[in-house]
């Protein structure tokens, strides 16, 4: 990696971050505390080293502290737990995949109460559900997304983990298709719609370009993630990474790797401004409350890459 030229990520979007960022901090590390969510200590400091706040507190900038809190509460949850996720299917413990993320769904759908014998885990999970179950803003039709989602990003996990454990990196188009649920983004998204207040019609958040350019949008932070995440996830012998992709598939220098995966990123920015310049009228008021929408998207692209420099995650 030393002799690597980073490339250059395009983004014109501006940087802004929620005043409310150390408060809602300091209100998950007590959450975190209160579900005693991770015990060892050496988690403990990279949880705070990874500043998932300050990603929060980007991606939505113009949230309440009260609601920024489930957000960066959520934040945190996704994070530890992917990453035991990952070491599951790093170490072939696939065993324990399935029903982990069968019992989470359980919660989500509220099918099942908590009980005793649930993981801290699974206590906050419940914890962060019944606080998005009673969101005055999610609908039915929002919490089936979201729930819908999820279950991409647990079926998602499996599939990396099955494929990690026999060694296999797939092909750049499968992975591509995949990773869109394996980054968790899309649930990320879905809390834009809640937390900025956002009702659009169905047949507004269901138009091709407007999927299109949520599509973009998870495109651009999975695979500046992967640029970013490289060295990390090399070094944990994780193969599902873009710039590993490319360079199996193209039997290319790392170095051409590195800058073939942000010319795809920089390429899918441009997508997304020349979509968001040509998306069709649906009259003056759902066309602001659809900007808001497309500011919340650039939010999280932009805090995604300002987060980058100050992490310590990678």
């Known amino acids: 990696m030393n002799n690597i030229k980073f490339p250059v990520l395009y983004c014109p979007f501006p940087s802004a971050i929620n005043p409310h960022c150390d408060a809602a901090y300091q209100r998950t590390l007590n959450w975190v505390r209160s579900f005693n969510l991770v015990t060892d200590e050496s988690v403990y400091r990279s949880l705070l080293a990874g500043k998932f706040n300050?990603?929060?507190a980007h991606a939505y900038p113009y949230a309440s502290l009260e609601d920024l809190e489930i957000v960066t509460d959520f934040m945190f949850w996704i994070f530890f737990v992917d990453d035991e996720f990952e070491k599951a299917g790093i170490s072939k413990q696939l065993e324990i995949l399935e029903p982990s993320h069968a019992r989470l769904v359980e919660i989500m759908k509220k099918e099942a109460e908590l009980t005793d014998i649930d993981t801290p885990a699974v206590r906050a999970w419940g914890d962060i559900m019944q606080k998005l179950h009673h969101f005055p803003y999610a609908t039915s039709e929002w919490v089936l997304r979201f729930t819908k989602n999820m279950e991409d990003y647990f079926q998602g996990i499996r599939w990396e983990a099955l494929n990690n454990s026999q060694g296999i990196t797939p092909d750049v188009a499968t992975f591509i298709k995949m990773r869109t649920s394996i980054s968790a983004v899309c649930p990320f998204i879905d809390l834009i719609l809640i937390m900025d207040r956002i009702a659009l019609p169905h047949?507004?958040?269901?138009?091709p370009m407007v999927k299109r350019l949520e599509l973009a949008a998870n495109n651009i932070i999975s695979w500046s993630n992967d640029i970013f995440s490289f060295d990390?996830?090399?070094?944990?012998?994780?193969?599902?990474?873009?710039?590993?992709?490319?360079?199996?598939?193209y039997q290319i220098s790392l170095q051409e790797a590195f800058d073939r995966a942000a010319e795809l990123h920089n390429a899918e920015v441009r997508l997304f401004i020349d979509m968001s310049?040509?998306?069709?009228?649906?009259?003056?008021?759902?066309?602001?409350?659809?900007?808001?929408?497309?500011?919340g998207l650039r939010s999280w692209i932009r805090g995604s890459l300002d987060w980058y420099v100050k992490t310590g995650r990678y």
């Open 203 to 207: 047949e507004v958040i269901k138009h």
């Open 277 to 295: 310049a040509q998306l069709p009228s649906f009259g003056t008021e759902i066309d602001a409350t659809l900007e808001r929408y497309l500011l």
């Open 232 to 249: 990390k996830e090399t070094r944990a012998g994780n193969n599902f990474n873009l710039v590993t992709v490319l360079r199996q598939e």
């Open 54 to 56: 300050i990603l929060a």
